[in-house]
């Protein structure tokens, strides 16, 4: 049973370029959330996405903006990256709703660098 | 004050040790709480998931709740080196999108 799986694993971009990151969620769910953690940090909610909608924000700009598909694959895509956009980004994927199989699992991350 | 605390650490113990890594959040409305555990340079992984108040218990860890004083602990029972990595608490609220509040994570070393 694949988990969930984030692509690409590095990516290297100069700041002001635009930036795509993709996801696809674990077997059997259906609702992506996209997060971006700096060192030392604990991950930071962008959004989370439901049905091919953007279901909550978080507190980021405009610049983050997301996509899912529906097969529930789920892109995050950075428009003017800025120095401090330097970050993994994770995706978890579960279901809706809390319960016995809620099942909110992460992928292992893009680690964005802009230079 | 952020809606969920945690001591950074890094928090050093020997192997065999009892470790018990805590938590404390400010909304009321959590009622389910996760601890994840994350190795450096991966994604976090889900330990321990539970509703409200009271004990669980997975093997060497247990999760204890206690919503009157707003506090979580994570208890690890003989500690391996293996354990060593960043520990995560995730308290999230009934209704709505029930998206997880991240605290920023208590860096566990377990030494030989």
């Known amino acids: 049973d694949a988990g969930v799986t984030q692509s690409p694993t590095h990516l290297i971009k100069t700041r002001g370029q635009q930036v795509t990151l993709r996801c696809s969620p674990k077997?059997?769910?259906?609702?992506v959330s996209w997060y971006q953690q700096a060192l030392g940090q604990g991950p930071q909610f962008i959004f989370q996405?439901?049905?091919?909608?953007?279901?909550q924000r978080g507190n980021f700009p405009d610049r983050f903006s997301g996509h899912q598909f529906p097969n529930y694959s789920s892109e995050l895509n950075v428009n003017a990256l800025l120095l401090g956009d330097s970050a993994l980004y994770l995706c978890?994927?579960?279901?809706?709703?809390?319960?016995?199989?809620?099942?909110?699992?992460f992928g292992s991350g893009t680690r964005l660098t802009v230079v | 004050q952020k809606e969920v605390e945690q001591d950074p650490g890094p928090l050093s113990v020997p192997e065999g040790a009892i470790v018990s890594l805590n938590c404390t959040y400010s909304?009321?409305?959590?009622?389910?709480f996760m601890w994840y555990r994350q190795y450096s340079r991966k994604g976090p992984e889900l330990l321990m998931y539970?509703?409200?108040?009271g004990n669980k218990e997975d093997g060497r860890f247990t999760a204890q709740v206690d919503k009157s004083s707003k506090y979580i602990s994570l208890f690890i029972r003989d500690s391996q080196p293996s354990d060593s990595a960043t520990y995560l608490c995730?308290?999230?609220?009934?209704?709505?999108?029930?998206?997880?509040?991240f605290g920023r994570g208590t860096s566990l070393i377990v030494h030989p």
């Open positions: 077997s059997g769910h259906d609702t």
């Open positions: 539970t509703y409200s108040s």
């Open positions: 996405y439901y049905e091919e909608e953007e279901r």
């Open positions: 978890a994927s579960s279901h809706p709703a809390p319960g016995a199989d809620y099942g909110y699992t």
């Open positions: 995730a308290p999230l609220a009934e209704g709505g999108s029930y998206i997880p509040t």
């Open positions: 909304n009321s409305a959590f009622q389910y």
